[in-house]
């Protein structure tokens, strides 16, 4: 689950909304070229499972389509554009 600092940091008040998070600079930023942290996604499991059990949607996607989301981020991608991507895909 998410911790409360990270909550507060997004603006989210239910730890069970977020399913993941990605930290680090994305490649379309400048970066000096050293870095203190790696990027990192996390993956929330008791967010994703409770979505899967509430929508019954297929475990599998919901998983691959927070992994994607998160991956994106990385790739300089914003909330926006992924969504106008995701949509496109249904």
Known sequence: MPDDATLGQLGI??????????????????????????SVIVLYRQPILFEWVETSADLYKLVRTALVHHVAHHFGFNNSEIEATERKEE
């Open 13 to 38: 008040e239910s730890a069970w909304e977020l399913t993941g998070i990605y930290r680090g600079t994305p490649l379309t930023e400048p970066s000096s070229g050293v870095s203190d942290e790696p």
